[in-house]
Structures are given as structure tokens and as C-alpha cells.
């Protein structure tokens, strides 16, 4: 038999960001729990609001698993004496496995204890299981309230937990459970009974709770579209914005509200960024994606008096984009450029100098990088010339009112501020580009400009902050590098970039003027933080372990790490990839012991030396001309293996013995051009 569980976790507002992880982590804790106490159950989910996290288990069993267990003890010789009689050691052992001494098992000159252990009602397990649940959920930032040692992330309110239709007693933080939940604060105040698991939704409902977050947010996003239209255009529903509006609201309302015309003279980012990061309202665009004057907010609430409610969300948003006009005024005072006479007086960090310095080290490295991406040399003269111009502009915005007081602007502003100043749409676009992508899944650069100007800015703040000693470690990465070097990555595999890592960081060193000695480090350590989040980026992707470390031993090339691992596991799909591997292996278990010299095909003794020279050349050639070389490194393994069949490397000619050592070293420094094959772990 079975029956369903209710856990509710009643409590003061939880913050919206929060309450995803909380639901994630309960349903997790949750089922390792009931695993470990061998309860079966049918499904297990987790619903909630921000006044309540539930879990709903249906199909519980009525009481743990049976299980038998059989251990081994010492020897009949030990357990027994020479008339049979069981010893000290033998009573032990029984007396420790909880067991009659005349239960004991012989068998294989062994004495063992079987004990079979019935399993207890869920009903009494749940007593302790459900509040020790509770107390392990990971929480950032718990508190205490009252004089009590207990700490959540709320004060706890209520508690709900019914087995069946009877309730789990227990207590904690001086709260006892029961079946009484709480209604909406304003439309139905009065607590509720909850019968059963299987009412609770229904008995939320009519006390207008909508606990289910799928539900909730179908409404949500279904009542913004009919207001949208309604307004006469389409509402711009960001997920990250729908994600907090859900954990707001317990019963959801979408309505319209309007705002002053002359306000859409602002730049379209000046007006959304006050109403959707700051007030958490979704914009309106007519068909040419031009804005409304329309905001649509979400309730949480009925319908009633919704005329009051829109004229009080009209009144705090007109406040803000007031802000935003005068700022905006404020800032046209001056073009961007005067503005970046400002950036001395802001210090970039601590021993790196201000962000007017910045901006000279960028126009340095954006040079260099157009000098590699340019087609030509006529395309790279004004290429030049206009990342030049975007990195000199590229932080004023930072010191403007409108990026001080609305933060999320930065770049954004510094592109309209400086098309209206007259400046190139690439120079004024890569302004914007330089900080993509701004969050996990953000855009990244479109342009070879603010692809350019991008790069240089993420590998200036790496390696100027590694240059203080400041690698981030653990959860501690207070520059966002992390963030920033994942970005750089992400943008040099897109473009398929031909940008070597080492490249921009020696001149990244340059500019920062480092000493030598503390440019191998510098490498190195850049090397490792950029290893690992193309790691990440690898795994994302699905690629095998042993891959991923075959192919990280050289990151150098960013852009063409995955595609060298997707290489790789073409390889190992083919028939006969084993072998192939291992004749790969063979030539670097011999060649890495070895030096590089100048090869001597007059020096060869047997065909097959040329034979393997000549495998090779075709299969290097295949490379050089961008060609699918799986075909000639199949033909260079069949080599490698007729090679060393009929050739004995360390030949007592030493001139012979370091020539054939030389030839090996030529072709594994080829192979490992692709991947260290010896990281692959054979079936």
C-alpha cells in the first residue's frame, strides 16, 4: 500500500532569485533521502510561491524496504574450539550482529550472520526525516529570528505535513505542523484546511494561490499578450524578467499602464532599462519594433481597483524616465569624446591606474588584433583608424549621469551618445560590443570591430588583474573574470578566429610594461584560467573526458579547440580506431625522449623509413591544404606499424639511431598538432 505526502514550507517573502534553487534543492535532498531510507515512491515534485515551498510525493510507500544482509565473521577455527563449543570470538560476533549464537552460518571454513531487518512504518520515519529535510536545504544568506539557533532564508510561518490524510508531527523553529496553509495576503487572509496531498492544489486555488510555477507562469505570459494587444503591439518578454516576476506574484494580474510620448525622443535603452531592470515592467513595441508609450506590470492580485494600480505604477515610472531625460540633457552638454578627459579621475584598480589609462592600453591592442583580422592592407589602414576610435571612446560613458545613475547603460549609452555626436556607426556599435556577452547566453560581438575591441578588453582586465596576483579561486571571482574569459572564448570559436592566446597576451604584457621573468608565469597561468572554461565549453557540447584532455594540452588556438575534438571523436568512431590510437602511442612513447635534429633520408637503411616519411608528408599536406586528413592518417598509421616491424629504432649507429629518433619526433610533433593521443583511454 500507499499514500501521497504534502510537505509545505510556509514563510515570510522569499527573494525571487532564490526560489528556483530552493525548489531544485528540496526536490534533490528530497529523493537522495527517501533513497537512502529505501521508501519507494511513484513521482516527486517541488511547487511553490514566494510564501511557500511544497513537496508532493505520491505513491509513498507504507513502510521502508525489506533487506537481508549476510556478513562474514572470523574463521570456524577462531568461532569454534577444538569440542565445538563456540569461543569468546565466536559470541562476539553474534553478540555485534544482533543475533543468536545458535543462528550462526558455516560455510567455506567461515562463520557468517545473516540478519534480515523488516522495514519500519513511513509514517513514524517521517517525524524526524522531514524536519532533518528542511534544515539541510543549502541557502545563500539564512537568518535567525527570534531568539532562536535555527536559520532559513525566511522566518517560518507555517507548516504543513499530511501522509494520506493524517498529519506528520513535529516542531520546528517553535512551529508545529498540521494542515493548515495561508491564503493570499489581501484576497483571502484567513487560513485554510488543506485535506489531503492530493486537494492541495484545489484548496490553494480557492484561496487564490497559484502554487504551481508552470501554471502560474502560462498565465502570466498569456495575460500580458491579450494586454499587449489590447494596447495596440506586442510585449518584449525577457526570460530572466519573467523568471522574478513568477517568484513575486502568488495569484498573477497583468496590467497596462502609459507613459508621456515626448519620453520615446530618448534612446529606446534609456527608457526600457527604468522600467524593466529598475520596475520590473515589460515594454510594448508596434510591428516595426519601434516603442509604445505602454508599460504592462503584473499584480499580485485580482482585478479589482486595477485603474489605481496603473495610475501608481505611472507615477513611479514617470519619476524615473524624468531622471533619465535630465541626465540625458545633462550629458549633451558635452560630445562623449570631452566626456573621457573625466576617466583620470577613475581608478581602473588598484596599481593598474585609471580608466583613462585603460582606454590608451586598449587602442594599443585593438590595433593589433585588426592587423590580424584584417583582409587586406587597404581594409586594415581603416579598420585601424576606427578601432582606434572606439577604444578611445569606449569608457567615456562611464563618467556620463546617465550610465552613473542607470548602470546597466554602460556601452549602450556610449553607442547613442556617440552616434548622435556623429561618429561612425562601427566606432559607435563597438562601443556597445565591447562588454559582450554581458551575462551566460548574451549576444555576442557581430561586428570585426566590436569583435576586435571586445577581445582586447577581456585580456586587458586578465591580465592586468593577474598581474596583481588576483586569479580567482574557488567562488571568490570579485572582477567577474571567469564571466569575461568564458566571453573571450565563446567570441574566438564563433568567429573562427586565427588569434592566438599567447599572441594577445604578450602583448597585453607590453602594454603593462611587465618585466620578463614575469611574462612565462603570466602565459601559463592564462593558458590554465582559458583551459578551463573551454573545458566547460567542451562538456556543454557533450565531448568525452579523455578527449577533452587530449586536446587541452594545447590551447593556444582557442577557436580551433572543439573543432580538433570533434575530430578526434570522429576518429575514435571509425573501425579499427583502437589500433589507430595505438600506433599513435607507440611513436610518442619513443619520440618524447628524444631531441629534434635535421632529418637525413641518405641515413635511411630500410624502405620502410621512407615509406613512413612519405605517410606523413601526405598527411601534413592533406592539413596544410584544409582537407579531411582521416583518410592519410590512417595510411601513416599503417606505416608507423610497418615500421617498427622491420626497423630497429636504436640502432647501434648512433647517426642511424638519432635520425630514425628525429623522423618519430617529426611525426608526433605532427599528431600532437591535433591531440596527445596517449590521454585516450582505449575500450
Known amino acids: 500500500m500507499s499514500k501521497d505526502l504534502l510537505l509545505e514550507i510556509g514563510t515570510e517573502e522569499i527573494p525571487a532569485h532564490v526560489m528556483p534553487h530552493l525548489l531544485s534543492d528540496l526536490k534533490r535532498l528530497a529523493g537522495e533521502q527517501l533513497r537512502d531510507q529505501r521508501l519507494s515512491y511513484e513521482n516527486l515534485r517541488t511547487i511553490g510561491t514566494p510564501r511557500r515551498a511544497a513537496l508532493i510525493v505520491t505513491g509513498l510507500a507504507e513502510r521502508q524496504e525489506d533487506v537481508s544482509t549476510e556478513t562474514r565473521g572470523p574463521s570456524v577455527a577462531i568461532a569454534f574450539d577444538a569440542a565445538g563449543n563456540l569461543t569468546k570470538a565466536g559470541e562476539g560476533f553474534a553478540r555485534g550482529q544482533g543475533i543468536d549464537p545458535s543462528a550462526l552460518i558455516q560455510r567455506d571454513g567461515y562463520v557468517y550472520a545473516s540478519v534480515h531487518e523488516k522495514g519500519a512504518e513511513t509514517a513514524r520515519l517521517l517525524t ?297 556607426p562601427a566606432v559607435a556599435r563597438a562601443i556597445d560590443e565591447q562588454y559582450m556577452p554581458r551575462f551566460a547566453g ?78 612565462e608565469k603570466m602565459q601559463a597561468d592564462v593558458a590554465d584560467f582559458i583551459r578551463l572554461r573551454l573545458k566547460n565549453v567542451l562538456t556543454e557540447r557533450g565531448v568525452r573526458y579523455d578527449v577533452q584532455e587530449a586536446v587541452l594540452v594545447d590551447v593556444d588556438f582557442v577557436a580551433n579547440v572543439p573543432v580538433r575534438a570533434a575530430y578526434v571523436e570522429r576518429l575514435l568512431k571509425e573501425n579499427g580506431a583502437d589500433a589507430l590510437v595505438q600506433s599513435f602511442v607507440r611513436v610518442s612513447n619513443i619520440a618524447r625522449m628524444a631531441e629534434r635534429t635535421t632529418l637525413d633520408t641518405d641515413l635511411f637503411q630500410a624502405a620502410e623509413e621512407g615509406a613512413l616519411l612519405s605517410a606523413y608528408e601526405n598527411a601534413a599536406a592533406a592539413r596544410a591544404e584544409g582537407g579531411d586528413t582521416l583518410a592519410a592518417e590512417r595510411s601513416l598509421a599503417q606505416a608507423i606499424d610497418a615500421f617498427f616491424d622491420a626497423v630497429m629504432v636504436m640502432d647501434k649507429d648512433a647517426r642511424i639511431k638519432i635520425n630514425r629518433l628525429t623522423l618519430l619526433k617529426t611525426i608526433d610533433d605532427y599528431l600532437l598538432e591535433t591531440a596527445d593521443y596517449s590521454k585516450i583511454v582505449l575500450n
Open 128 to 424: 524526524e526525516l522531514l524536519p532533518e529535510l528542511i534544515r539541510s536545504i543549502p541557502l545563500p544568506n539564512s537568518m535567525r529570528w527570534g531568539d532562536l539557533d535555527f536559520r532559513f532564508i525566511r522566518p517560518i510561518r507555517w507548516l504543513v505535513a499530511l501522509y494520506g490524510t493524517e498529519t506528520v508531527p513535529f516542531m520546528l523553529a517553535n512551529v508545529t505542523s498540521g494542515n493548515m496553509s495561508r491564503g493570499h495576503r489581501t484576497l483571502a487572509p484567513a487560513d485554510f484546511i488543506i485535506p489531503s496531498p492530493a486537494d492541495y492544489e484545489a484548496a490553494c486555488e480557492r484561496a487564490y494561490i497559484i502554487v504551481d510555477p508552470e501554471r502560474r507562469r502560462a498565465m502570466i505570459c498569456e495575460q500580458i499578450a491579450e494586454t499587449a494587444k489590447a494596447c495596440g503591439g506586442t510585449a518584449e518578454i525577457t526570460p530572466d524578467l519573467l523568471e522574478e516576476v513568477l517568484y513575486l506574484v502568488e495569484y498573477p494580474t497583468a496590467l497596462s499602464g502609459s507613459f508621456e510620448e515626448r519620453y520615446l525622443a530618448l534612446p529606446a535603452e534609456a527608457v526600457i532599462t527604468p522600467m524593466r531592470d529598475h520596475q520590473r515592467y515589460f515594454p510594448v513595441k508596434a510591428a516595426d519594433g519601434s516603442l509604445l508609450p505602454v508599460f504592462i506590470t503584473v499584480r499580485n492580485g485580482g482585478k479589482e481597483h486595477l485603474d489605481v494600480v496603473a495610475h501608481g505604477n505611472e507615477r513611479v515610472l514617470r519619476a524615473r524616465l524624468a531622471d533619465a531625460q535630465f541626465f540625458f540633457d545633462e550629458d549633451r552638454r558635452k560630445s562623449l569624446a570631452e566626456h573621457r578627459e573625466k576617466l583620470k579621475t577613475v581608478v581602473f584598480q588598484q596599481g593598474l591606474g585609471s580608466m583613462y589609462e585603460k582606454t590608451k592600453r586598449l587602442m594599443g591592442l585593438v590595433t593589433a588584433i585588426v592587423e590580424e583580422i584584417a583582409p587586406d592592407d587597404a581594409a586594415y589602414e581603416v579598420m585601424s583608424s576606427d578601432a582606434r576610435r572606439a577604444a578611445e571612446l569606449s569608457k567615456a560613458d562611464l563618467v556620463t549621469g546617465m550610465v552613473t545613475e542607470f548602470t546597466e547603460l554602460q556601452g549602450i549609452m556610449g553607442r547613442e551618445y556617440a552616434l548622435l555626436d556623429g561618429e561612425k
Open 442 to 519: 548574451d549576444e555576442l560581438p557581430q561586428t570585426p570591430l566590436g569583435f576586435a575591441l571586445s577581445v582586447a578588453d577581456k585580456i586587458d582586465n586578465i591580465v592586468g588583474t593577474f598581474s596583481r596576483g588576483k586569479i580567482p579561486t574557488g567562488s571568490q571571482d570579485p572582477f567577474a573574470l571567469r564571466r569575461q574569459a568564458l566571453g573571450l572564448v565563446l567570441m574566438l570559436i564563433e568567429q573562427e578566429s586565427g588569434l592566438l592566446l599567447s599572441d594577445l597576451v604578450d602583448e597585453a604584457c607590453d602594454l603593462y610594461a611587465l618585466d620578463e621573468d614575469k611574462r
